[in-house]
């Protein structure tokens, strides 16, 4: 059972401003009153939705689990993560299109099924990015089909038991895919 919440506290915005702005990201700038009457500051990302897909395959061995890995400029290190992104160039499309399109584009994966888990946020305290969690089975392979800024990405199917062991060991470090997989792993879709 959730205890009641109290409610939403009233914060005043007084003044904002688009401080930086590309076709990705925009950093607001908000001078804000909050419910103590003390003025504050809050810088906020704006991003738009992204989705995050777990491709559940059927290997001899077990479940697998196909991941990427892929450069990350802002930490200098190259990550593992699930499939996930963002279709700056469509704002109009559903999830359930972005998963699927993510998945095909990173991997080559087609998946019969996408079952959607639910939405988490990522950054809350300094972001509005909204993420939506698929679990794709029924997986055949194609070809990827990677944007430019991918081009160092890598497509890697393993075991789920290895994917668990990988978490384990801190090799899987993008809080995403963390988040993710312990949504699905909650709800009982992995």
């Given at each position: 059972m959730t205890p009641k919440e109290p409610p939403l506290p009233h914060y005043e915005v007084i003044s904002t401003r688009t401080a930086y702005q590309n076709r990705w990201t925009a950093v607001r700038e908000d001078i804000i009153r909050r419910p103590d009457g003390k003025d504050g500051?809050?810088?906020?990302?704006?991003?738009?939705?992204?989705?995050?897909?777990?491709p559940l395959?059927?290997?001899s061995a077990g479940p697998t689990v196909t991941l990427v890995r892929q450069y990350r400029y802002p930490i200098h290190e190259r990550?593992?993560?699930?499939?996930?992104g963002m279709w700056e160039s469509r704002?109009?499309?559903?999830?359930e299109e972005v998963a699927a399109g993510e998945l095909r584009e990173e991997t080559g994966?087609?998946?019969?099924?996408?079952?959607?888990?639910?939405?988490?946020?990522q950054g809350a305290g300094y972001s509005n990015q909204k993420g939506h969690v698929f679990l794709a089975s029924g997986l055949t392979q194609g070809p990827t089909d990677r944007e430019s800024t991918e081009d160092d990405m890598t497509c890697h199917t393993v075991l789920l038991a290895d994917f668990e062991?990988?978490?384990?060991?801190?090799?899987?470090?993008?809080?995403?895919?963390?988040?993710?997989?312990?949504?699905?792993?909650?709800?009982?879709?992995?």
């Open positions: 500051l809050y810088g906020v990302v704006e991003r738009g939705e992204f989705v995050v897909v777990l395959g059927e290997g990550l593992w993560e699930l499939p996930m704002p109009d499309a559903t999830p994966l087609l998946a019969d099924r996408l079952v959607y888990a639910g939405h988490m946020f062991a990988m978490i384990a060991r801190n090799d899987i470090t993008c809080m995403v895919t963390l988040a993710a997989f312990t949504m699905l792993r909650a709800r009982g879709l992995v």
